[in-house]
């Protein structure tokens, strides 16, 4: 069989029907899904039947094993993809009813003409409601033949006629926006009144600032964008009560019942210090962890030694996103396996600038992810993921060496005690923070689901109960999150003849050097990964595409440009080493040319001089090599001990 267009590859979500592309490119049919049994059925070209478990298929589309492809294309030759977007009552009206044309046309399109169809519709509808024309049903049909999500056939109301954000300026949105969320925030004695007295009058000042006139709004306006903002207790004032009703009622979000449709994500330093290869403390590492809300299941962990940052974030997800099949377990050397990585629907963040910051929202954008941030000094809207930090630090981090076994502020040699007993490399502490979740925290019994499914449950068991009622999509692939992460960060870079720099690091190819060639001051368009510095992409505007620039090392491995730096940091050295590798470098070439001066019927001078050249070679080797070390530090005497004079003899 031919390998398969890769412009058919599709990053949607798989359902019956939908083609597979293996990495070796065949295409597989996905015959049924069964969510009881847990089972994925693909058949191929011939007839062949390949039957996965659910784990075992996610872990193949996670790993680029399996790749999910279409081969249809919409109007624009584009691929078609199923994106679902949120319809009001009257669009969900208007698709029911196109669907009711569309089932009559199912049934007697085999058998009859349209002018037949169309009669047979306008008998069965035409009492209940006005039939549109032959001509607008034979448009529902195309659009229902071509398209994949199963509200293609539903109107776009939302974008008829002239939009409400056409009537008011973007800043006086904003400005409403700000003082509704501020009154609301930080005080519970307000009337609406009050909101549009400070609305207006922050109004003015923005007017005197721009330098024209923004207007003014009125307590309707105000009423009607509350309304929007589903804030419905908002009559007079809003009492403390009423606030925890409303919180109470939010609470309700956090029970959800579909896996992986809402995840927590947050990060938090842990009490422990670690200690690098040759046993020097670094100190105390930060913690990224993900649980999914429905089966309290630890989606992804990662730790880093690193200050919180976006990269950070990153590579949670990257390890979310990663396979976690036999090799994965063996390891970490655990017992039980680590759940299969699933597409996430709904995550919810830290108000952490790490979590705002423009890679995190661009990347989760291109995977289709629902970003939800959490107030500021808010925790309880995101109590899971904080228990879990909890229960990790209790039942595991204060059982390790070098740990702070004690808060107290009374103890005044805690962290001495925690310096002297840590032992962990960062590796380690990883390995033992996923071997106790697996092995312990995904197989202990959990109070909240017991009380949810009504019977002993843990996270496992609820996994696989849900994982029965409803389907759980495969992760994004790893090409997928390579090319999210690569639009996170776009820069211009010159080109240069050793080639292109960024951070410290050379990217060279045939492209780049032909660039310089024709001109040696250019600046291109440069898309960089920021967890991948093995490669960078540039673009071409000849061939409109991007073209792939590896590193001037090749044995240079595929990560992030933080761990580069930190390893550089660590590996380099000061003017004085480097001095002194130069100087025993020159010494030696030295006695090379020497030697090859020397020849055994040669006249003697020349041999003595060369003989002469190469002790004073050796002696300067020697010498540096025996130079003090400038970076340990001298002791110096003691200044309460006197130098005591010599024994004079007595006459």
């Known amino acids: 069989m031919d390998a398969l267009d890769k412009k058919l590859i599709n990053p949607g979500r798989y359902k019956v029907g939908a083609l597979v592309a293996s990495d070796d490119g065949r295409t597989f049919l996905i015959h049924s899904i069964n969510t009881k049994v847990g089972q994925v059925v693909l058949t191929g070209q011939y007839g062949d039947s390949h039957v996965y478990r659910d784990h075992e298929f996610r872990n193949k589309v996670a790993a680029g094993e399996l790749k999910l492809a279409i081969v249809t294309k919409d109007r624009h030759d584009n691929d078609a993809r199923f994106e679902p977007r949120d319809l009001s009552p009257s669009e969900m009206k208007a698709r029911d009813e196109r669907q009711e044309y569309i089932d009559v046309v199912l049934k007697n399109t085999a058998t009859c003409t349209w002018e037949v169809i169309y009669s047979k519709i306008k008998k069965q509808f035409s009492e209940q409601r006005k039939v549109p024309s032959q001509r607008t049903i034979e448009r529902y049909w195309n659009i229902y033949k071509e398209g994949l999500s199963p509200n293609c056939l539903a109107p776009h109301y939302s974008q008829r006629g002239v939009h409400r954000t056409l009537a008011m300026d973007p800043v006086v949105e904003e400005i409403i926006l700000n003082t509704i969320e501020d009154k609301y925030c930080n005080s519970s004695r307000f009337s ?5 007295y400070d609305i207006n009058q922050k109004c003015d ?3 005197e600032e721009l330098d024209y ?5 009125s307590r309707r306006s105000v009423s009607r964008f509350i309304s929007r903002l589903n804030i419905h207790k908002i009559k007079g004032r809003l009492s403390r009560n009423t606030f925890r009703l409303i919180v109470r009622n939010a609470l309700s979000y956090h029970n959800v019942l579909e ?3 809402r995840v927590e994500v947050d990060s938090t330093p842990l009490d422990i210090f670690v200690v690098d290869d040759h046993g020097n403390v670094l100190g105390c590492p930060t913690l990224y962890a993900m649980i999914d809300t429905a089966t309290m299941t630890i989606v992804a962990v990662h730790l880093t030694i690193h200050a919180p940052s976006q990269v950070g974030v990153l590579q949670t997800l990257q390890f979310a996103f990663s396979p976690k099949g036999e090799l994965f377990r063996q390891q970490h050397s655990c017992v039980n396996e680590w759940p299969a990585p699933a597409d996430i629907r709904t995550l919810v963040m830290d108000n952490g600038a790490d979590f705002h910051g423009p890679m995190v929202v661009k990347a989760s954008q291109h995977l ?14 995101k109590p899971f993921i904080e228990r879990f930090f909890g229960t990790l ?9 070098g740990a702070k076994t004690s808060q107290d502020k009374r103890e005044l040699h805690s962290l001495e005690m925690a310096n002297k007993s840590a032992s962990l490399t960062l590796d380690q502490l990883n390995t033992f923070i996923i071997r106790w979740i697996a092995d312990t925290y995904h197989v202990k019994k959990n109070n909240r689901l017991t009380e949810k499914f009504d019977g002993e449950c843990t996270p496992l068991k609820a996994l696989e109960i849900l994982s029965q009622k409803y389907v759980v999509f495969p992760a994004p692939s790893p090409e997928e999150l390579s090319d999210a992460c690569r639009r996170t960060l776009d820069v211009q870079l010159k080109v240069t003849r050793e080639g292109i720099n960024y951070q410290g690091h050379q990217y060279q190819g045939e492209y780049v050097s032909a660039l310089y060639k024709t001109n040696s001051k250019v600046t291109v368009a440069a898309c960089v990964n920021p967890l991948d510095c093995s490669s960078i992409h540039v673009y071409d505007g000849l061939t409109k595409k991007w073209v792939v620039v590896p590193h001037k090392n090749p044995n240079m491995p595929a990560i992030s440009f933080e761990q580069a730096k930190d390893i550089r940091k660590r590996r380099s050295k000061s003017d004085l080493d480097m001095s002194r590798e130069s100087e025993v470098l020159n010494q030696m070439q030295i006695i090379v040319d020497a ?9 003697l001078g020349v041999n003595r001089k060369a003989e002469r050249e190469i002790l004073n070679a050796q002696a300067s080797i020697l010498a540096t090599t025996q130079q003090a070390d400038t970076t340990v530090p001298t002791v110096s005497p003691v200044p309460t001990q006197s130098a005591t004079q010599p024994h004079r003899r007595k006459k």
């Open 192 to 196: 609406l009144q009050d909101i549009v």
């Open 205 to 207: 000042a923005k007017s």
């Open 259 to 261: 896996p992986y449709a």
């Open 213 to 217: 006139d923004l207007g003014g709004v």
């Open 595 to 603: 030697h090859s001066k020397k020849k055994p019927k040669g006249p």
């Open 368 to 381: 289709s992810m629902m970003l939800e941030y959490c107030q500021a000094g808010a925790p309880y809207q």
């Open 393 to 401: 630090t209790t039942m595991l981090i204060m059982k390790l060496p």
